[in-house]
């Protein structure tokens, strides 16, 4: 299996500009999650789905950020308009959901993001 | 709410000594508890998890955790740390309730010294 897919791995953009990372989750997997790791604050969980559904977005900073699963196989986050405070890295993770589990989540390589 | 808190932000250590990382966690309910390893500019991976059952916990790489209920902790060891154990660990917990939700204790990083 190629494990979680991420892409661009790295992105650099000015102020102002939209930014769209995606993710591929782990086929078979029906929980994918959207993490942010930065120095200040760590690794913060912006929002996940189960069955491509948003079960909890409370992490998302912002109405700038929006996260979208059209598919079992595909999410995006969103930010528009960027700002040079979102500099961060973007992690996916999935995972098989069924409730309480206990399964671990699986993570990609991670999108490293730098907003000018 | 579920809260974890790992003790150290760094923890410096000599090649092929004993290093042990705390986490302690506080939850109403009961918990999974995992460990995770991050490696420089890489996702991060499973070390080991406790679901239930033997409080010992044996996970890849030679580490190993015991889970106390009492203390609500799930310190992180490994008898003889190599060069390639440089990286940071996250703890982490679910709840039932949360579906596979984690959420993460800040990390220490482990800086292993020749």
């Known amino acids: 299996d190629a494990g979680v897919i991420q892409s661009p791995r790295h992105e650099v953009t000015e102020m102002g500009q939209e930014v769209t990372l995606r993710c591929k989750p782990i086929?078979?997997?029906?929980?994918l999650f959207w993490y942010r790791q930065t120095m200040m604050r760590g690794l913060e969980l912006l929002i996940y789905?189960?069955?491509?559904?948003?079960?909890?977005d409370s992490g998302m900073p912002e109405d700038r950020f929006s996260a979208k699963m059209p598919n079992a196989s595909f999410s995006t986050l969103k930010i528009q308009p960027s700002e040079p405070r979102d500099s961060a890295v973007y992690f996916c993770?999935?995972?098989?959901?069924?409730?309480?589990?206990?399964?671990?989540?699986?993570f990609g390589p991670g999108t490293r993001l730098t907003v000018t | 709410a579920q809260s974890v808190t790992q003790l150290d932000s760094q923890v410096p250590v000599f090649e092929e000594a004993p290093v042990e990382l705390r986490c302690n966690y506080s939850?109403?309910?009961?918990?999974?508890l995992f460990w995770y390893v991050q490696y420089p500019n890489q996702g991060l991976q499973l070390l080991l998890k406790?679901?239930?059952?033997?409080?010992l916990v044996k996970g890849i790489n030679g580490f190993e955790a015991e889970f106390n209920k009492s203390q609500t902790s799930f310190h992180l060891r490994k008898p003889s740390v190599h060069i390639s154990d440089t990286a940071e660990y996250f703890c982490?917990?679910?709840?039932?309730?949360?579906?596979?939700?984690?959420?993460f204790g800040g990390g220490t990083r482990v800086l292993v010294k020749p």
């Open positions: 993770a999935s995972s098989l959901h069924p409730l309480g589990s206990g399964n671990e989540q699986y």
């Open positions: 086929s078979g997997h029906n929980s």
């Open positions: 789905f189960n069955n491509n559904v948003p079960i909890d």
């Open positions: 939850s109403s309910v009961s918990v999974y």
């Open positions: 406790y679901l239930s059952g033997s409080t």
């Open positions: 982490a917990v679910s709840i039932k309730a949360a579906g596979n939700k984690l959420t």
